[in-house]
């Protein structure tokens, strides 16, 4: 099968938001699981807000995995058939792909968030909730980099197109 | 409504005699928050009048007490453990907690009570203990040689004979197969060959050994084999070959389990017997603590003691007649407002439905006793917002029926899993309602139904932007509320000022910009200039952040689309995988049934945690930063809550 330019670019694209976003919430998860394990060797009983707090970081992940699946039934390689995509419409997926990938690096400072409020949790449990919402503030750039790319995608036409 | 209780502040003078009486029957109310005197007592004016009130000389006693009973409840959990619930079972199918009955018992005779019944059961199983203890001290003791014998099993010799006779000794060792030659070696030369060896296999790579020498010579033999990586291995008192020692330590061993069990099954039975009794008075006595603690926050002067603490203004009257009729008129009862030093504690007050989101509110922290309490406003708001993040009316019934399981079962005993049942099925509902809207069946798989397609106003992956839209005029909504409730909460308390110079302008602003851009510019430049003024006159040279802060407040919103987009792709997602795998035959199939539930399991999972915290984030980081007050403290009555004890 013969492959459009376009289409390698947009697939690439897909490429790196996955990769990247994966790289940057293992980091998080791995931050935050590391200082979860402190936590329960002391107190296994919080292991559920640990738990909470150590998924928060997971969520780049999805976002990345999602900005994939979109660029991929964009360009028909989920769906069967390969569409001829025109080089600019793959060069505005991998943009796409990148912004996501990139943006998701947010999941390390969320991670380290997370671990230091796991470390609040174990003193003081009733800091629960605002432990979340500290972790959470990391991930609206996340969030705007998943935007980004959906309105590129939208503009040109990758989705609804 | 909208403000928490309204409080009144109570002091109390009475006959010190009568201070235990009307103790008791603040506690049986249950409505006073008692404060501390103390702080007041620095003051040089108070000083003169009042003295701190002596801590009672009960509160150490109760304390030794609670310590007997807590040793002794241990005591009984370790031989006959309770049975608990698990996780899932207490939280969605819990049995009715225990209730003891019991008429109240406090006070003096409640000491009494329980200094009788710790005696009673301590003497129950203080010997039981004792022999329990020599018999696993033996047990280990036997084990420990058991292990040494079997390392040496393989040797057959009289462990009678081991140790130093007349002229010879005749020591045991453990030692590596390698070390075996240079061994023979160093004991050759240090004995001038008057010695005996003797070496058998025993666990993997080692070798245990026979070394006869000269009595003469032990001396300086075995602290040179020690160099060489060999063992001495200590088996005194042993008779007979290893494996009748072994034997004569197993018979032992059987003896003392017997023993063992028999003495357990006394505390056991103790436990059978005592468990509720000791529980129950471990509950009095928490009572009666609180109650003789709650004295360290009065005052005194001679024969009078000084109370004061705060009230809900309903609860004023009962009180009152309460205190009066307890102490017989013998004392002075004040009732007044609180003024603006008075840190006043605060009571949440909603109606009925909106109480269990009280626990939102509460996450992040109390409002002030005077400013808004936010839960009405933060109900709907986070219902909305959770089900536009979720946007799956399948999803939507998953959460519906957890909630209500959640009601149904541990919500029945406790009311925070209610308060969390309520509020996790009324998002349910809300999300069965935007999903439909929305077109989300799992995804579009529900879309083959045609009455659930013809549901169907809105195509999230469809109409994205209109979707950003909507997303961002909700917020602005959402943040005009916030600001109209910090204007005019300010206007009610006489704050002119402050309600005009705070975010007025941003109110402003907005009709102005709409009239300029739709032609009528004359208006928009009134309301646009008022709007600067404002802006200007209250943040001088802060203005700029105020207007970029309310802009990156409202694009904040745009992440309700982004997570519902979230929400939509994943699903999609989940249903393409499962279709291609349809198609592969029988085990295809099987294996796409196994996705399409677990796919979307999962996505539920994942996405209704971020809706619920990303739903949280707006309200405390968005909507409440516009007009909420938090730092109150808790309102925290004496009272007398008892747990599992009920009273006859």
Redesign the interface.
């Known amino acids: 099968m013969e492959l459009s330019s376009g289409a390698i670019l947009a697939i690439i694209g897909a490429a790196i938001s996955m990769g990247l976003a994966a790289i940057a919430s293992g980091i998080g998860v791995g931050l935050a699981g590391v200082a979860g394990a402190g936590v329960i060797s002391e107190d296994p009983k919080k292991f559920g807000p640990v738990l909470v707090l150590q998924a928060l970081p997971q969520t780049q992940g999805i976002y990345g995995f999602l900005g994939a699946v979109l660029i991929l039934i964009g360009v028909g390689v989920l769906g069967g058939v390969v569409k001829e995509i025109p080089i600019g419409m793959g060069y505005a997926a991998l943009g796409g792909g990148i912004v996501i990938g990139l943006s998701s690096f947010t999941a390390v400072a969320q991670g380290a968030i997370a671990a230091s409020g796991m470390g609040a949790v174990a003193k003081r449990p009733e800091t629960f909730g605002q432990a979340v919402v500290l972790a959470v503030m990391a991930e609206t750039f996340a969030i705007f980099g998943l935007l980004i790319a959906i309105l590129i995608f939208v503009g040109t036409k990758i989705m609804g197109g | 409504m909208l403000r928490p209780t309204r409080m009144k502040k109570l002091q109390i003078l009475a006959l010190e005699g009568y201070r235990d009486t009307i103790v008791k029957g603040l506690q049986g109310l249950g409505t006073v928050h008692l404060t501390d005197y103390s702080e007041k007592l620095s003051d040089p004016r108070w000083k003169e009048l009042l003295q701190p009130h002596p801590l009672s000389p009960h509160v150490r006693k109760i304390a030794t007490q609670n310590i007997a009973l807590n040793r002794l409840l241990d005591l009984f959990e370790r031989y006959d453990p309770e049975a608990r619930e698990g996780f899932f079972k207490a939280v969605f199918a819990p049995l009715p907690p225990k209730k003891l009955e019991s008429r109240g018992v406090f006070g003096a005779e409640l000491i009494e009570t329980v200094d009788g019944i710790v005696e009673k059961v301590e003497g129950e199983v203080e010997n039981p203990v004792k022999d329990l203890e020599k018999i696993e001290e033996e047990i280990a003791e036997l084990r420990r040689s058991r292990g040494l014998l079997e390392l040496v099993l393989s040797l057959e010799i009289d462990l009678r004979d081991v140790g130093e006779s007349d002229y010879l000794s005749v020591s045991i060792g453990i030692a590596p197969k390698e070390a075996l030659e240079s061994i023979r070696e160093r004991i050759e030369d240090l004995t001038d060959n008057t010695y005996y060896l003797g070496a058998r296999e025993t666990t993997e790579n080692k070798l245990v050994t026979v070394i006869i020498c000269l009595k003469e010579h032990a001396s300086t033999v075995l602290p040179n084999l020690r160099r060489l990586n060999w063992e001495r291995i200590e088996l005194e008192g042993q008779e007979g070959k290893p494996q009748e020692a072994i034997d004569s330590i197993d018979t032992r061993l059987m003896e003392l389990g017997q023993d063992k069990t028999e003495k357990e099954q006394i505390i056991v039975d103790a436990a059978r017997r005592w468990r509720d009794e000791l529980k129950k008075y471990q509950e009095f006595l928490m009572i009666e603590r609180q109650r003789q603690e709650s004295q360290t926050k009065f005052a005194r002067m001679e024969h009078i003691v000084a109370l004061e603490g705060w009230i809900p203004q309903h609860s004023v009257t009962r009180a009152v007649e309460e205190i009066q009729g307890v102490s017989n008129g013998a004392c002075v009862v004040d009732v007044s407002d609180p003024d603006d030093k008075d840190d006043v504690p605060v009571q949440l007050k909603n109606p009925k439905f909106f109480k269990s989101f009280e626990l939102l509110t509460r996450?992040?922290g109390l409002p002030s006793y005077n400013g808004v309490d936010p839960t009405l406003f933060l109900a709907p708001g986070f219902l909305l917002f959770f089900a536009i993040m979720l946007t799956d009316a399948l999803y939507g019934v998953i959460a519906l029926v957890l909630g209500m399981s959640l009601i149904r079962g541990g919500g029945r005993y406790n009311e925070a899993i209610k308060d969390g049942g309520i509020i996790l099925s009324s998002a349910g509902v809300a999300t069965i309602i935007i999903g439909a809207l929305s077109g989300g069946w799992f995804g579009g798989f529900g879309l083959r139904v045609p009455v659930l397609a013809a549901l169907q106003v809105f195509d999230p992956?469809?109409q994205?932007?209109a979707f950003?839209l909507i997303a961002l005029i909700i917020g602005l909504t959402h943040v005009n509320i916030g600001v109209v409730i910090n204007v005019v909460d300010r206007l009610k308390t006489g704050q002119v000022w402050k309600a005009m110079s705070g975010n007025l302008w941003f109110l402003f602003i907005q009709p102005g910009l709409f009239f300029f851009l739709t032609g009528h510019k004359s208006l928009g430049y009134i309301f646009i200039v008022i709007s600067l003024m404002l802006l200007f006159a209250g943040h001088k040279a802060m203005s700029m952040f105020q207007v970029t802060g309310f802009m990156g407040d409202i694009?904040?919103y745009?992440?309700l689309?982004?997570?519902g987009?979230?929400t939509t792709?994943?699903a999609?997602?989940v249903n393409?995988l499962a279709g291609m795998l349809s198609v592969v035959g029988a085990i295809g199939t099987i294996f796409a049934v196994i996705i399409f539930l677990f796919g979307h399991l999962f996505n539920f999972l994942?996405n209704a945690?971020?809706a619920f915290?990303?739903g949280?984030?707006l309200h405390?980081?968005e909507f409440f930063t516009k007009f909420y007050q938090s730092g109150g403290t808790e309102f925290k009555p004496l009272e007398m809550r008892f747990d599992i004890v009920e009273i006859k």
Do not use: D, N
Request: hydrophobic content about 65%; some cysteine.
């Open positions: 996450l992040y992956m469809v994205v932007i950003l694009l904040s745009a992440r689309m982004a997570l987009l979230c792709g994943i999609m997602t393409v994942i945690m971020g915290v990303h949280l984030r405390y980081v």
